[in-house]
Every structure is written in C-alpha cells, then in structure tokens.
C-alpha cells in the first residue's frame, strides 16, 4: 500500500528519492508524487500511474530542484486515484508539504474545523487535514507544529514533512504504521520500508509510534511524545541489495520461489542445535507452555493458510486443540479467548491492519500472544509478547513465495518445540523430528529440479477459464495457497476443495476437459484421493496428479503428474506447495500478467 521516503543531504534529492519510490513500487499503488525544497521553497509534482509518469512529469527530477524532499506513492482509500489526491499535500501558503501513509479516522471533523477556519482543501485526501493542522499549530517551530498537529490525529500514519523555512530539515513521525531512518554520512533518509533505503545505508533507526525526527543531512534529532529527546539505537539490516533485486530473473516472484531452500534453511538452521530447538526468542516459560489449552492461529490470506497447513502438525505433536481463524473474521466474533489461550498471528509483513486488530483482540481478553513476522520492527512485532522472525529477507513480489513457506517452518519448529516441553515426544524424538525439518531445503531443491515440465504444462492449461484444487487433510490446506497464488497472479478463477467435499455439490460442475489439480502427497489417504480421481475422471474432467516420487499408480490415472519428493507427513507443504507456485508464476507468464505486481493488489494491506 502506500509508500514515503524522504532525503536530506548534498546531493540532488528528486533523482534519490525516485530511486526510492521504485523500491517500494512492489507494495501496490495508483499515483504517486514528489516535494522538493529547493532555493524558491517548495515544488511539487504529482501524477496517477507508474512511477515512470512521473520520472517523465519531473523529467527524471530535473524540474525539481533540491537537496530535501519527500515521495509517497498512494494506494487510493479517501477519493480516487488522480493527480489531485496524489501526495505530497501542500498549505495553502506553500509552506508546507506532507506526505501520509496509513489513514486518518477522524478526518471528517477536522476537515469541518478547518474549513470553517478559512482553509482551503485541494483534495478528497484524509491526508490534506494533516497539512493545513501544520498552517494552523505553526508558530515558527517547526517540531512543535508537527506534535502540536498529530495529537489532533485518530488513526495511523507514518508522516513526512517538509517546510519552506527549514530548508535543510525533514521530519518524520508514526503512529501505529512503519517508519524507518536511514543513517548515512553528510545525508539522512527515512522510508516506510527498508528495501527503499538499503542501497545507501545499512544503518537504520526504528522509529516508535509517537516519536518525531528532525533530521538534517548531519543529525538525525528524535523526540519522544512528550517532546523530550530520544537516544536511538542504530541498527544493521542484514539484507544487502542483492537481496532486494531480480538478480538476473525475469521477475522477483521467480527468484523468491528458487530462493526458498536459502530462506528455510536461515529460518531453521540457526535454531536447531544438537537435534534441539532452540527459540531463545520466546518469552513464555515452559510452565506457560504447559498450562495452554487452547490454540488459535490467526491471520490474512497466504498467512493464514500457512496457518491452516501447520496446524496439523501442531495438533499432532502437542495434542492442544489448534483452530484456524481469519483474522478479518476473528476481530467481530466475540471470541472464546483467555490466559490459557495461546494466539499465533501469522505476518509476512507484521503491517496488515485486519491482522493487528484480531491480536489486540485477543490480548484485551488475557490471551498469550505468539508472532511469527518476517519484518524486523514491524507493528505486530512490537505488539507481541513473543516473537519468532520468519529470517527469509525481502520479499519484494507481491504474491508471497518464500514468505509463506518459512513462516510454515517456523510452525514446524514451534510444533516440535511445544511438544517436548509437554512432554508429548523424548528428546530422541526430537532429534528425529529435527533432523527431518533439516532436510526441507533439499526437499525444496528437489521438488524443484524433479519437475522441469512445469512451463509446458502451464502452456496446456493458461487457457482454462477455471481450475479446481482438490485434497484431503494437509493436502487440502495445500490447495487453498495453490488456488489463491493462482488467481492472484494469473487472474484464473480457481477453488479449492476438500476432495471428499466433492460430492456434496461441487462435483456438478465437473465436465469434459475441466482442469482438476489433484493432491495426494499425505499418504495415509492416498487410495481415498485416487477414488476422487476416478470420480472426477468419470465425469470428463482433465487431472493434474500431484504426489510424492514413487506413487506411480497415480499415472494410470492422471492425465500429468507433478511429483515431489517423499518426506516425513508432517513436514511435507514446502515442498508440495512450491511445484504449486511454480504453476501459477509460468501460467501467469502465459497470460501477460503482471506477475510482481498483479492489479489491486498490494503487498501490506494496512487498511481494514
Ligand atoms: C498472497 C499474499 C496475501 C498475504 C496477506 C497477509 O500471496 O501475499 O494473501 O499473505 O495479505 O499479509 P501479511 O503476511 O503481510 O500479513
């Protein structure tokens, strides 16, 4: 969704702050915009589209001339995607330029207020309000006018600011959305995501909610709520650019998916010594542990079937009853929570707003809180008593690959790591069930190498108008990310079902030539998967077979087979699913999708 970045120091700000905005193209957006403070005050363009428009509408950022400014790239909530909504906003004396990312709920009063106090407003923006409160509140102190301004503020934002009379200084400030500083030398940054600042400096700074930078090409000044100075800590990032770039592949979604046995083997293999787990992160002592009756994983899309998939294992290993809930839903049920619950939220990005809410939830109810998060600093890591990073680097395609399967690992360890303290399996069990979640990057590498053909099936199947996932068990849960990575990238409709489902109506639609996607790696209910084949196959429909190497009494049946390696059932989706987004991304291509960046969608969904 919505991105800013901001730059002070000696060079040319516009051109820097492009370079920034590009990096954050992959969070979705519909315009975008710049404010440079230059020798005549502040200049300012905006235009809906890409952000090539407005490299062409700057002329690469010649026409804004400058050494501070601020960008922002919008993903429209409050009016419609135009040139005129698009960020920066300026007062009305020019004095002033904002740029906003997350929203601001009770813009509607402030607006009413202001406008009754002869403000002129541009925009449809809830953002707008935030720039005339700065005319308003300011008395030739800038920092003042900022917290004056943002305790007026319901909402969320990650700001920046810049003003005609502080012509060497930006300002920043949260409250509850991201907002990182970048430490360089003779030059300063701040961005709403890392991925915009790494190619200048490693060294950030985590900004918390309520706290304003004043920030200058040579200091960086933070200021508590109550308008006392900060001392922060500089942090390294431990991503480098390459990270954050295609590194030769034609999309990141490509080279995240091939990256994914690194990723697993960063998320696991740190936290496994001598055939133990070891989460030195977690707060919950073993006696917490042990006094949990209850499980609820929650959280949004590919995260929560991350969760859907692991809690087989989880209930498995622990025998505590797990329940899967979509955290959009789970915020509004009025959920049976307590001291003796233990809620997992699932977040690549640690920002999505539906995902927050269910967590706060349950915390006013007393439950223990785990996060599994890939962001380091995000909102959700802050908000969570215990929290286990996912380590799997940028992930920059907006369709989660990588993120997905590690926050699926951690599961796997978490599982194993529950487990041996309620005394459910011996230590040499444990070792047994470690060495095994040790294998999944080969597993990964193998599911990879053993499927080549997987383009030429895309090639057969792109032009299906509809596809079906069908499963059973694990394999279901399977299904559910194959069907969404597919819709969300190639723009098919899919559905997953639990094959034994079928029956109960869905086996209506099957008719000659509909592409059905058969699952059955879980091997305890293998022979039930291959009558559900047979059924769909007595009915016409055309089967893609997915099992593990050596099943090949599903050829018989199949019409193609994808095969994956044979790994221990409770560790078997990363391996089963990556085939899986494989698919998606090569029919995807077929189709001339978008595949990074697919329409309306964005990478944080920071709005409910
Ligand atoms: C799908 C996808 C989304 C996210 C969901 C939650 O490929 O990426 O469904 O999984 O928006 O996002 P996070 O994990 O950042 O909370």
Known sequence: MCGIVGFTGRQEAAQILL?????LEYRGYDSAGLAVLGKNGISMIKTTGKIANLCE???DGKLLPGFAGIGHTRWATHGAPTDINAHPHMSNDGKFAVVHNGIIENYAVLRDELVERGFEFKSETDTEVVVHLLSLYYNGDLKEAVMKAT???????GLGVVCADYPEHIVATRQFSPLILGVGVGENYFASDVTALISHTKNVIYLEDGEVADITPDEICVYGPTGKPVEKEITRVQWDMEAAEKGGYDHFMLKEIIEQPRAIKSTVEPRIKDGKVVLEELNLSDDEIRSIDKIVI???GSAYYAGCAAKYTLEKLTRVPVTTELASEFRYSDPIIDDKTLLIVISQS?????TISALEEAKTRGAKILAIVNVVGSRISKLADNVIYTWAGPEIAVATTK?????VAVMYLFSVYMARRRGRISE????RLTGEIMQIPQQIQRAIDLNPQ???LAKEYHHNKSLFFIGRNVDYAVCLEGSLKLKEISYLHSEAYAAGELKHGTIALIEEDQPVIALSCYEPLFDKMMSNIKEVKARGAKVLGVTTEGQNRIVREADDVIFVPKTDTLFGVPSEVVPLQLFAYYVAKENGCNIDKPRNLAKSVTVE
């Open 151 to 157: 305790a007026r503020l319901e909402g969320s934002y």
């Open 350 to 354: 640690g920002e999505t707003a539906d």
């Open 403 to 407: 993120g997905y399967t590690t926050q």
């Open 428 to 431: 040499d069990e444990e070792k």
């Open 19 to 23: 370079e920034g905005l590009k990096k």
């Open 57 to 59: 509408k700057t002329q």
């Open 298 to 300: 929650t959280a949004c």
């Open 454 to 456: 997987i383009p030429s």
